[in-house]
């Protein structure tokens, strides 16, 4: 049976009405990729007895362009007509910081009228979890310089109001970014409302020294973003190197959450994930500990 083709108001089937359509009726936006490149590396130790802490690293490019020339910024830059946005993240983290080959996840999109002052963009932010011990970072195009900063994340001024089904929580949040010469901060204003059985997030960039474009409240959303998800899945082993204690992996756990965790708890947690060795650490002062692998298969156990 001939199928009869559809025909909208004007007595149209969808191929005339592609044949004749014209493009230019809506203002186009540019449309970005930004990536938020998160490690864990260990704190240098005076006393090599003592297991090395660990320091919640964000990858951020010094801008060699304008807008915000000089400023630092998350890598990242435009999507071309033919491409995807997945390809052009890939694209420009290769380009930008050398890095590729990473796990990788599309975290949100931002849409904000007046975001950049060249013209309206949305960006599409990617959050990728890297050990940066296999990576040679190096900067490249419009980056003047590629580097890890650490991060450190607190809440401030939490205020909670309840009224009959409406709720909200407003709290601040600040960042400050540093390495062996630059400090960097910035202040975000989080405001989560929720009405009935609907819920909103809303946020505010109060301030931001040295920081690029609106990236600072991308990167207050990534990290509550990997909190969360760190407490159901299996995120935090791509951190990881292929062997690893038990104590190294809680140290990751506890700097991406900001709090100590109980051993004997987190290994309860952690038990079906990881697989045990017959290797031990032999590092110099230590006791030796055996070393674990992640358990691809855990979801199944």
């Known amino acids: ?16 009405f592609l ?3 014209d493009p230019s009726i809506f203002v186009r936006p540019s449309v970005t990729v930004d ?5 864990v590396v260990d704190k240098q130790e005076e006393n090599y ?8 690293k964000l990858l951020l490019v010094k801008r060699g362009v304008h807008p915000y020339l000089g400023q630092w910024a998350l890598p990242g830059g435009f999507v071309t007509h033919d491409e995807s946005v997945d390809d052009a993240a890939l694209r420009e983290l290769r380009s930008e910081t050398n890095i590729d080959n990473v796990y990788m996840e599309q975290l949100y999109t931002w849409g904000e009228v007046n975001r950049d002052p060249r013209t309206r963009v949305v960006s599409c932010s990617y959050m990728a979890l890297v050990d940066s011990t296999s990576l040679e970072l190096k900067a490249g195009d419009d980056a003047a310089d590629a580097r890890w900063f650490d991060l450190t994340y607190s809440l401030h001024d939490e205020k909670r109001t309840t009224q009959g089904n409406d ?7 600040k960042m400050t970014f540093s390495n062996d010469t630059i400090i960097l901060d910035a202040t975000v204003k989080v405001m989560e409302k929720k009405t009935g059985k609907s819920s909103r997030i809303e946020s505010d960039l109060i ?10 409240k991308m990167i207050q959303y990534a990290v509550k973003r990997l909190r969360n998800k760190i407490e159901y899945t299996d995120i935090a082993f791509n951190l990881m190197p292929e062997l690893f204690t038990l104590s190294e992996l809680q140290q990751v756990y506890e700097v991406i959450l900001g709090k100590e965790l109980l051993p004997a708890a987190f290994r309860r947690k952690i038990a079906g994930m990881v697989t045990e ?16 692998r992640f358990n691809p298969n855990w979801r199944f156990i």
């Open 1 to 16: 049976m001939e199928r009869i083709p559809l025909r909208d108001r004007q007595g149209l089937t969808e191929e005339e």
């Open 19 to 21: 044949q004749t359509y």
């Open 35 to 39: 990536m938020l490149i998160f490690t």
């Open 49 to 56: 007895r003592k297991l090395p802490n660990k320091s919640l």
């Open 167 to 173: 709720a909200a929580n407003e709290y601040l949040v």
């Open 207 to 216: 301030e931001s020294n040295g920081i690029a474009f609106d990236h600072a």
């Open 277 to 292: 060795t017959d290797q031990f650490t032999k590092d110099a002062g230590h006791r030796p500990a055996r070393l674990f």
